[in-house]
T-cell receptor
Framework: DVKVTQSSRYLVKRTGEKVFLECVQD?????MFWYRQDPGLGLRLIYF???????EKGDIPEGYSVSREKKERFSLILESASTNQTSMYLC??????????FGQGTRLTVV | GQSLEQPSEVTAVEGAIVQINCTYQ??????LSWYQQHDGGAPTFLSY????GLEETGRFSSFLSRSDSYGYLLLQELQMKDSASYFC?????????FGSGTKLNVKP
């Protein structure tokens, strides 16, 4: 069974903290993605990576960075967490086709 | 840039057929995907159309017209468990862009 695993299901962090969200896939996929999901806004692309050490900005990269040192792992970093980054964060991976596999999501609350 | 339009909410009765439309604008297009998401769950893949026409997978079918930048998801013999949000997503190179989702309410 294919699997995308996110390190935490729920996180509570303080404003100004540096936050790391980890994602691991076991399918040898080239492409990995980070989305945030907010009510009524769907899934918005933050960053994606199509190869190790390669990354590109999505639609809303401000306040975030990413790291992909190994093919199976894609990390999202909130440099200085703010309350407007309270959201559900979803990691996904895919090959070149139309199917993306999602992790279970991390619900982040910044207080 | 890209944009996707889909209805925000649809209600139908058990056993009925429902169609969820999606129109899109994107620079670079490989195909259109559909995902289902139950409350509290992760999106799961339903179907993908790279070429014009209808793709059928059990009770679900998906259609694409590239010339019209339009697709739809057709759900037949609706069941209560089909109550969920449905997202269309366009596939330019190396990424997916999602619509804002259609909440489907299935009533007895």
């Amino acid at each position: 069974d294919v699997k995308v695993t996110q390190s935490s299901r729920y996180l509570v962090k303080r404003t100004g903290e540096k936050v790391f969200l980890e994602c691991v896939q076991d399918m040898d996929h080239e492409n990995m993605f980070w989305y945030r999901q907010d009510p009524g806004l769907g899934l918005r692309l933050i960053y994606f990576s199509y190869d190790v050490k390669m990354k590109e900005k999505g639609d809303i990269p401000e306040g975030y960075s990413v790291s992909r040192e190994k093919k199976e792992r894609f990390s999202l970093i909130l440099e200085s967490a703010s309350t407007n980054q309270t959201s559900m964060y979803l990691c996904a991976s895919s090959l070149r086709g139309g199917e993306a596999f999602f992790g279970q999501g991390t619900r982040l609350t910044v207080v | 840039g890209q944009s996707l339009e889909q209805p925000s909410e649809v209600t139908a009765v058990e056993g009925a057929i429902v169609q969820i439309n999606c129109t899109y604008q994107t620079s670079g297009f490989y195909g259109l995907s559909w995902y289902q998401q139950h409350d509290g769950g992760a999106p799961t893949f339903l179907s993908y159309n790279a070429l014009d026409g209808l793709e059928e997978t059990g009770r679900f079918s998906s259609f694409l017209s590239r010339s019209d930048s339009y697709g739809y998801l057709l759900l037949q013999e609706l069941q209560m468990k089909d109550s969920a949000s449905y997202f269309c997503a366009v596939r330019p190179p190396n990424k997916f862009y999602f619509g804002s989702g259609t909440k489907l309410n299935v009533k007895p």
